[in-house]
């Protein structure tokens, strides 16, 4: 008769025991518990195991949970040898301690960096944990240089778990493994002789990693995470020259995305208004600040923006010049505050299809929009008022920025006074 497994295959504890049982020839009857939807939390599976947490058998009426116990029965129990669970005490010991280094070392170091994150909504790795977890593959690493598998001189349910571990760890960030050649020649091995490897391990812990690195996309740390997306660690650890004025919003785009993704910056303040921007040594580095359209550009967006309409033309030259005081606008262009309010009706349209602005995390196109956003509203307090959608949008990407009072409000209160103060004279005017 069939075992009962109640299990999730992202599961590593669970594929330990799918494995198991393969290399056993075992028939298990697979029992797909979805955890996110609390299916563990049934009264029907508390009764069965009052611990809640897969994977768990039910064996004709023989409960039992815990991985490492769950195989180990399977081996007793069903095996044809002792093979994978050595009777020999000295060597069962070594298989033991091996399985309590999975379960208490290996993968809840890994649970300690990665599961606040996927869980509890934590933004950031935990250095230390990382290095804890660190600690623990070269543990595993130099159990590998005694022997050829990780217990003994061949396969035992010590792989069986530590595999499982070891796959899902890669899954989620395969730079863990590096400098670890004995780890990654004993992968290779576990892979080729445990039956339906691909099917039975590779699938769930693929299916992990996926999920992780969404998490870590979403809440995302940092230089951890840019080494997720390959950026290069020694480049990152070089800080990069940014020419920025913070009320800029475009700058402060750049800004936000470097910090979440611990990219270091060198900030370099440059005052546009005291023409930092055209003195030769910028326009050597970036001669765009020249170019008539480029400027023109800008000031269009000044212009949708409805506060401080500029008006000015480049000169024959194709140099710009700011307008002169006598130009500028006397009164806000009530046209272009009609159109400022058409593009904010497309952003709310957009946040009613998606959490975010085009998905359902954040991602660069939010940092983008929040700049501009934070900016409007820093112009005009009461702006967002007959929007829902972007006020809640706006508030959750506050509250996941990282820094962002220092990334991007100060930035954008700065703009907000500065318009603020040439609004007031437009009124005394
Ligand atoms: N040490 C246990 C760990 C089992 C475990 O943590 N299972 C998780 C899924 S990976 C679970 O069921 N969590 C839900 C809960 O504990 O309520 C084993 O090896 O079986």
């Known amino acids: 008769m069939p075992i009962d ?34 299916e563990h939390m049934k009264p029907e599976f508390l009764a069965i195991n009052p ?6 058998i039910d064996d004709d009426g023989f409960y039992l949970n815990e991985s490492k116990a769950i195989c180990g029965y399977l081996v007793n129990e069903y095996g044809k040898d002792d093979t994978l669970y050595p009777k020999d005490p ?7 301690q091996r399985l309590y280094f999975d379960m208490g070392v290996l993968y809840q170091r890994f649970g300690l960096v990665y599961y606040p994150i996927i869980m509890h ?31 003994a001189d061949h396969l035992t349910v010590a792989d069986i778990a530590l595999v499982s571990s070891i796959a899902t760890i890669e899954a989620v960030d395969k730079t863990h493994l590096d400098n670890h050649p004995k780890i990654q020649k004993w992968l290779e091995t576990c892979k080729a002789e445990i039956p339906d490897y691909q099917e039975l391990n590779q699938k769930g812990a693929d299916g992990f990693g996926q999920w ?62 005291a023409g930092d921007n ?11 600040t020249q170019h008539p359209n480029y400027r023109r550009r800008w000031l269009l967006l000044e212009r949708k923006q409805g506060h401080l309409r500029l008006s000015g033309q480049p000169t024959r030259k194709g140099r710009y010049t700011l307008p002169k005081r006598s130009q500028r606008a006397t009164k806000i262009d009530e046209s272009a505050v009609t159109e400022l309010h058409g593009a904010l009706d497309f952003l709310e349209t957009f946040l009613t299809q998606n959490k975010y602005a085009a998905c359902d995390h954040l991602t660069i196109a939010d940092i983008a929009l929040v700049s501009s956003a ?24 506050k509250s996941e920025i990282t820094d962002y009072e220092e990334t991007n409000n100060s930035g954008a209160e700065a703009f907000g006074q500065w318009a603020g103060a040439a609004l007031s004279k437009l009124e005394s005017a």
Not at 51 to 56: D, E, G, K, L
Not at 128 to 145: H, M, N, Q, R, S
Request: aromatic share 8%; proline share 5%.
């Open 5 to 38: 497994l109640y299990y999730m295959d992202v599961s590593a504890p669970c594929r330990a025991v799918m494995m198991t049982a393969k290399i056993l020839g075992v028939e298990l009857n697979m029992k797909m518990t979805n955890l996110m939807a609390g």
């Open 90 to 96: 000295k060597v069962r010991a070594l298989v033991d």
């Open 278 to 288: 055209m003195k030769p040594e910028y326009i050597k580095m970036n001669p765009q």
């Open 121 to 151: 909504g934590a933004k950031k790795l935990s250095e230390t944990a990382l290095k804890d977890l660190a600690v623990a593959i070269d543990f595993l690493e130099t159990f590998l240089t005694k022997t050829k598998y990780a217990a």
């Open 212 to 273: 992780a690195q969404g998490a870590l996309a979403n809440r995302v740390n940092l230089f951890r995470y840019s080494q997720l997306h390959s950026i290069s660690p020694n480049r990152s650890n070089m800080p990069i020259d940014l020419y920025y004025m913070e009320a800029s919003a475009p700058c402060r785009s750049v800004m936000m995305t470097a910090k979440m993704v611990g990219v270091e910056l060198n900030l370099k303040k440059t005052d546009l208004m």
């Open 374 to 397: 934070s900016t409007i509203v820093a112009t005009n307090k009461t702006i967002f008022d007959k929007y829902p959608k972007i006020q809640s949008w706006l508030e959750a990407c």
């Open 51 to 56: 611990q809640h947490n897969v994977p768990t």
